[in-house]
């Protein structure tokens, strides 16, 4: 969907129950990252950021970082609302699930069929509290199951009890079932992807550590990802590549319980981008560009220098 008038809201609405399926990206050349677009819709007052979020299959932080100047519940008629359907992929092996803690998005790269390019599918999720932080580890798929009962773990069962709001020993399937329809384990114990029946976190940092998705997503994952899938669980909220002659760099904000010493690092996202020109020294970068972007930290790639063909040295 490329555009939207305010006169469509009401249609948006109605269907915010079924969010579109994760967006499929061919995959880009070697040596560059780049996937998707930038996508700009106009907004009425009865839009809110989270229904457009949940519509466009993007997360609610995801979202609201992109749109810092509209109004998260209430947004002006005729609000220019951007859809941050453009990536980097992160700096990882483009095989099987990467989980990018920090953008709270999963990639997911399916083996290449023979013949055809190669593809990736990108999925917002929600991660773990800042107390319930989502490992970073490399792991793989080891089951899968639909309509999953829920047996709540002896912390949790704690936690909900102090706020008296007591948990069963066992929570079966069904619309109560904090798992959803699917759930995807993992060699980690107690760590899973799954659906949810509550959809408004998705793209937030507000589970005890495991991923949850849009009914849609994990139904698409559920079925698509085979067992013993490799699962890379990582934190990047600095990513730096190339489209097309172009220098791009992405900031995403830094995660809550992140080490201070950290936090807005100046000096992380310059060495991340000078190891992208190792091989193109002579490439004139807008430090000024990278430095705002840093500041901004709006998730959305930004160029950071002129459109050239690098000669590689």
């Given amino acids: 969907m490329n555009a939207m008038r305010p006169a469509l809201a009401i249609t948006l609405l109605a269907a915010l129950t079924s969010p579109v399926n994760a967006r499929v990206f061919t995959l880009p050349p070697a040596g560059e990252s780049v996937i998707g677009r930038e996508e700009r819709i106009?907004?009425?007052r009865e839009d809110t950021l989270i229904d457009i979020a949940r519509f466009n299959d993007i997360g609610y932080d995801e979202i609201l970082n992109a749109n810092p100047g509209v109004d998260a519940w209430m947004p002006q008629n005729g609000s220019t609302v951007i859809l941050p359907h453009m990536h980097l992929l992160p700096d990882a092996p483009r095989q099987g699930i990467v989980i990018n803690t920090a953008e709270m998005r999963m990639y997911y790269?399916?083996?290449k069929a023979s013949g055809r390019a190669g593809t990736v599918e990108s999925f917002p999720i929600s991660i773990g509290r800042s107390d319930w932080n989502t490992p970073l580890v490399n792991t793989k798929v080891t089951r899968k199951m639909a309509n999953p009962t829920?047996?709540?773990p002896a912390s949790i069962k704690k936690e909900h009890l102090a706020k008296g709001d007591p948990l069963p020993d066992v929570v079966p399937p069904g619309p109560d079932n904090p798992l959803g329809k699917y759930a995807i384990y993992m060699s980690i114990p107690g760590y899973l992807m799954h659906g949810t029946n509550n959809e408004n976190g998705i793209g937030m940092q507000v589970t005890h550590g495991c991923m949850r998705m849009y009914a849609p997503d994990i139904e698409r994952l559920y079925q698509t990802v085979p067992i013993g899938t490799s699962v890379s669980i990582i934190n990047q909220p600095y990513k730096a590549g190339w489209r097309e002659g172009v220098l791009y760099v992405e900031v995403h904000p830094w995660l809550?319980?992140?080490h201070p010493s950290l936090i807005?690092?100046?000096t992380l996202?310059?060495?991340?981008?000078?190891?992208?020109?190792?091989?193109?020294m002579d490439y004139p970068v807008d430090w000024e560009a990278v430095e705002q972007a840093r500041i901004e930290a709006t998730?959305?790639?930004v160029p950071v220098g002129p459109t050239v063909t690098p000669i590689a040295f």
């Fill in 256 to 258: 809550e319980g992140t």
């Fill in 42 to 44: 106009i907004a009425g």
């Fill in 264 to 266: 807005n690092n100046k």
């Fill in 269 to 280: 996202l310059t060495k991340l981008v000078e190891k992208q020109l190792k091989e193109f």
């Fill in 150 to 152: 829920w047996y709540p």
């Fill in 109 to 111: 790269y399916p083996g």
């Fill in 299 to 301: 998730g959305i790639p």
